[in-house]
């Protein structure tokens, strides 16, 4: 723990700032990756870039989902008497100061400083805030403040307790440095202007020259001090000037996840950095293929097949699709053949990479702890049962998440309440308050009318009583119980006069700051939204334990006041779990409290006793009813708003997604329609190919026909000549030995002897 008496010369400023420095170390790996986380989740330039890789948006996404399931709702102030005992002080001192903080809550808009924190602790694992008292011409106000991770620094420790220092810092101007710490401190301190391109924004982010003050709660010290670089003296040492129970004006930040041991806070991110860098590579990778997704054929250059298939393209598509090659044969195919580049395979990559993607994103979502109930998913043949299962586990991984933002909303309302209760003007708190509460001289004004009225009837009745024993006409019995009925008429009203709580009682009993905390229990609404069905289980549940509780005390109504007042405890004991709100619990308490009147009113009127114990239970359960309508209405109200806003982004989420999943099938059926146009083109022409090459055969098949058919035909009618003058010679030959033969017989007829 740092102690003043370590520091050498606290009225230097190098001291203090050299602590500064080694706190900023301490945390500098932490603010690194918060630089770098936040500018993966919303830098502007560098998403707009012309040149930037495509990225796949789930770290956005996750946050946008994580941001309202942590936190959706501003956070009501609830103050409330620790026991539950029915002193009139201090439930009215109860009432007054948590109407008082309300009004602080709406003044300083405490919705956008918890909206800040909540996406501090989504998005890089630490929230801080900061709680300051301002009393000027507007009058005086609690402030309660986000401070940026990097204007805000403690001493490095392991527990929050054992933290000795907090620091916040300011940017200041020229003229406020001058007005607020002099012209020496003022010409001394160092400027910056904006950051530069790549830099750091720190805390001037306009194009003033400003300085960094730092605001320093030294515990063990008790002091608070204000140095800059750049002045050597510190610029104001004093006691704290605001007195607070824990010291410090912030709560404890809220974490998402601390390092072991330390208060160095571990985004959440870090632990599914791995698979948002693979899920962003396999973005980039499948839009690199998506451009190659072309169908492009490559061919031999020149030759009339060249010229036939590039002819027939131009008349066919206007893209050109064909790329002519000089040398065909590196790709490994013929002169004439053509090479197609593969889309087929490109699209099966695509795909392929596509479910690699789907199952990294299942697997951050594991990670992460977000259920798709929790982010408007669902499938159609899963159940109900099945659905709440998931949606209570969503529910659970972020309830510490929830908690932390309830607790700083808790802290702030404590520190501002304590702020309001020991440095606010009266006329300041009933105005906030709005309550019309007496003085303690206009309660003695009243208790002494009420002691008037009393002995003026007294006096009169003692004149009256006098002259009737005066004349004999009275029993002096008789004008005894008479004053004593004047005296029990009277006595009631003075002593309720009497205990009214004032508002003097109210601020003395807020400004004891040793009592105070031990009296009054100070928290928060719920900062999420119920769950719609849960809630109206609840206050049915409610409804039937008070009704049955009515029920079953009614007989002891009839034992008399103390037997009453124990039904009306056995009330508030049976209700306890439930919080059915200020103005429920304070006519439950009335009604206890009146019990004992309630039971006398019941014996002196007979019958009338139960009309009075059931008006009084009618109006308790009509309060109730009219309390659990509006309450009801307001929280289906809220819930069916929110339940629309998680409906539209959904499914405006699930049309996005079924619009890139129709523009990628699209795409993917119009490139396969073009490779199957593309082919069927192809064909034709190999086909019309084919049918030239058989035209040009048929022709010269049909000339060598003609002339083997001349040859044949030579040959025949060399065969004919050829026959023809053998036939000519053998039938001269026949007709030779005809002849021959003839001349024979005649000669051999001549030479027989006639008959």
């Known amino acids: 723990m740092t102690d003043i008496d370590d520091i050498d010369e606290p009225s230097r400023s190098a001291e203090w700032l050299e602590m500064i420095e080694d706190a900023e170390r301490y945390f500098d790996g932490w603010q690194g990756k918060a630089d770098n986380i936040d500018r993966l989740y919303s830098d502007l330039e560098r998403m707009a870039g012309a040149a930037r890789d495509r990225q796949f948006a789930l770290f956005w996404s996750n946050i946008q989902v994580m941001l309202p399931a942590i936190y959706a709702r501003s956070p009501i102030p609830v103050v409330t008497p620790k026991f539950k005992d029915r002193r009139p002080l201090y439930r009215t001192a109860s009432e007054f100061l948590e109407r008082g903080c309300v009004v602080s809550f709406d003044m300083a808009d405490i919705d956008g400083t918890m909206q800040a924190l909540r996406d501090d602790l989504a998005i890089v694992g630490r929230g801080a805030a900061w709680v300051r008292y301002e009393d000027d011409d507007n009058g005086e106000r609690v402030c309660y403040e986000h401070v940026d991770r990097r204007d805000f620094l403690h001493e490095p420790a392991r527990r929050w307790c054992d933290v000795s220092w907090v620091a916040r810092r300011g940017w200041l101007t020229r003229r406020e440095m001058r007005e607020r710490f002099g012209a020496e401190a003022a010409a001394n301190a160092s400027y910056s202007t904006r950051p530069g391109e790549g830099q750091v924004v720190t805390g001037a982010t306009d194009h003033r020259e400003k300085c960094g003050v730092w605001e320093i709660w030294h515990k063990p010290g008790n002091r608070v001090v204000w140095v800059s670089e750049g002045v050597e003296t510190v610029l104001e040492d004093a006691e704290p000037h605001l007195t607070l129970e824990g010291f410090f004006p912030c709560p404890e930040p809220a974490y998402s996840t601390v390092q072991r041991r330390t208060l160095i806070p571990v985004p959440d991110m870090v632990y599914y950095k791995d698979q948002l860098e693979e899920i962003n590579d396999l973005t980039s990778r499948m839009h690199g293929l998506g451009k190659a997704l ?83 998913q669902t499938q159609a043949d899963e159940t109900y049962g099945a659905q709440r299962i ?53 309660v003695k004004k009243q208790v002494a009318a009420l002691e008037k009225q009393a002995k003026d009837e007294l006096e009169g009745f003692a004149e009256q009583a006098e002259q009737a024993v005066q004349q004999g006409q009275a029993d002096p019995q008789q004008l005894q119980a008479q004053q004593q009925e004047i005296l029990a008429k009277w006595a009631p009203q003075i002593r309720q006069a009497g205990d009214q709580v004032t508002i003097d009682q109210v601020m003395e009993f807020l400004q004891d700051e040793k009592l105070r905390p031990f009296v009054l229990d100070i928290e928060t609404d719920s900062t999420i939204y119920p769950d719609e069905a849960e809630e109206k289980a609840s206050r049915a549940e409610f409804m039937q334990v008070f009704m049955g509780s009515m029920a079953g005390l009614a007989p002891m109504a009839q034992m008399g006041p103390e037997a009453l007042a124990l039904a009306g405890a056995t009330i508030k004991f049976a209700l306890a779990p439930y919080r059915v709100g200020r103005e429920l619990e304070g006519l439950i308490d009335d009604f206890v409290d009146s019990a004992p009147q309630i039971a006398d009113r019941m014996g002196q009127q007979g019958e009338g006793e139960d009309e009075g114990l059931a008006a009084a239970q009618m109006k308790l359960a009509e309060a109730e009813m009219a309390k659990v309508q509006s309450q009801t209405e307001a929280n289906q109200a809220n819930a069916q708003l929110k339940m629309q806003e998680l409906q539209l982004k959904a499914a405006e989420a699930q049309e996005k997604a079924s619009q890139s999943q129709q523009e990628f099938a699209l795409s993917v059926q119009d490139a396969e329609g073009k490779i199957a146009k593309t082919q069927a083109d192809i064909e034709k022409i190999h086909a019309e190919i084919m049918l030239a090459e058989q035209k040009l055969g048929l022709e010269a098949q049909r000339e060598e026909r003609e002339d083997i058919k001349t040859a044949v035909d030579i040959e025949m009618r060399s065969a004919d000549q050829a026959m023809a003058a053998q036939d000519r010679q053998t039938e001269a030959q026949f007709r030779a030995r005809g002849e021959e033969r003839a001349d024979r017989q005649q000669q051999i007829a001549e030479r027989q002897p006639p008959k």
């Open 390 to 442: 998931k949606q209570q586990n969503g529910s659970a991984r972020v309830r510490d998440k929830q908690q932390a933002l309830v607790r700083i909303a808790r802290d702030l309302v404590r520190l501002g309440a304590e702020i309001m209760a020991e440095d606010f003007d009266q006329d300041t708190l009933i105005d906030m308050a709005q309550m019309d509460l007496p003085t303690d001289a206009d």
């Open 294 to 376: 072309v169908l492009k054929g490559f061919y031999a250059a020149g030759g009339e097949i060249g010229d036939a298939i590039e002819a027939a393209m131009s008349l066919q598509d206007d893209g050109k699709i064909m790329v002519p090659v000089s040398s065909l044969a590196a790709f490994g195919s013929g002169s004439d053949g053509i090479v197609w580049l593969p889309i087929d395979q490109v699209a099966q990559t695509i795909l392929a990479c596509a479910e690699l993607r789907r199952q990294l994103i299942d697997d951050v979502y594991q990670i992460v702890g977000l259920s798709d109930i929790m982010r408007g």
